[in-house]
């Protein structure tokens, strides 16, 4: 019984590049979200998807920064033309229902992006 | 908007003693709270949850009771382990359902030696 899964673990990216983490949710687990953790703080909301669908993207940065939850396959966290503001651990979590305040969410292990 | 607050750490004990880490958190409306322990180079993990005032969540030996006339949930172990070293956070849902999922706190680093 497979949690949340992503990829890679770590992620190395100069200045520039572009960065793309994956993340497939829990089986039966229909939504996802997505969380950044700076080094010395807590985790920050960035955005919250359901299959093909952004429900709510108030913590994502505007520019650069995307995310989609594909009908099939993972969803995807990109970020274009990375800086080393960016450098952080990204985590993802999933939950069976959105609505539910009792629902815990469920996380994987992270990406450690590096800018270099 | 709603938020958490822990105490900052890090917090260093010795095995065996008692700890507590406190949070408070302001929500509209009944919120469910939570604590997540991270250890090293990984993800969250449920630790314990309460879903209504007065409830005491439970697991491991940790302990929180929802206290919504002071709007805590302090985190308790009886005696610790070097096992236990790790990021301890606080969290809410608040009762909207919310589609940002878990408010969270900074985070307590806690550190147990032998």
């Known amino acids: 019984n497979a949690g949340v899964m992503q990829n890679p673990r770590h992620l190395v990216r100069r200045r520039g590049q572009e960065a793309r983490l994956r993340c497939s949710p829990m089986k039966g687990h229909s939504h996802v979200y997505w969380y950044r953790q700076l080094p010395e703080e807590g985790l920050k909301f960035m955005v919250y998807?359901?299959?093909?669908?952004?429900?709510?993207e108030s913590g994502m940065p505007k520019e650069r920064f995307s995310a989609e939850f594909p009908k099939e396959g993972p969803s995807i966290l990109r970020i274009q033309q990375v800086v080393r503001g960016d450098s952080a651990a990204y985590f993802c979590?999933?939950?069976?229902?959105?609505?539910?305040?009792?629902?815990?969410?469920?996380f994987g292990n992270g990406t450690r992006l590096t800018v270099t | 908007g709603d938020s958490v607050t822990q105490m900052e750490g890090p917090v260093t004990l010795s095995e065996e003693a008692f700890l507590t880490i406190n949070c408070t958190y302001t929500?509209?409306?009944?919120?469910?709270l939570f604590w997540y322990v991270q250890y090293p180079g990984e993800g969250l993990q449920l630790l314990l949850k309460?879903?209504?005032?007065?409830d005491k969540g439970s697991n491991k030996g940790f302990e929180a009771t929802y206290r919504k006339e002071t709007t805590s949930f302090h985190l308790e172990k009886g005696s610790v382990q070097v096992s236990d070293s790790a990021v301890y956070f606080c969290?809410?849902?608040?009762?909207?359902?919310?589609?940002?999922?878990?408010?969270f706190g900074k985070g307590t680093h806690l550190i147990i030696q032998p």
């Open positions: 309460a879903t209504k005032a007065d």
């Open positions: 929500a509209t409306g009944y919120p469910s």
């Open positions: 979590a999933s939950s069976p229902s959105e609505g539910s305040r009792h629902s815990p969410l469920h």
């Open positions: 998807l359901q299959k093909e669908n952004i429900i709510d």
């Open positions: 969290a809410l849902k608040s009762s909207g359902g919310g589609a940002d999922g878990l408010t």
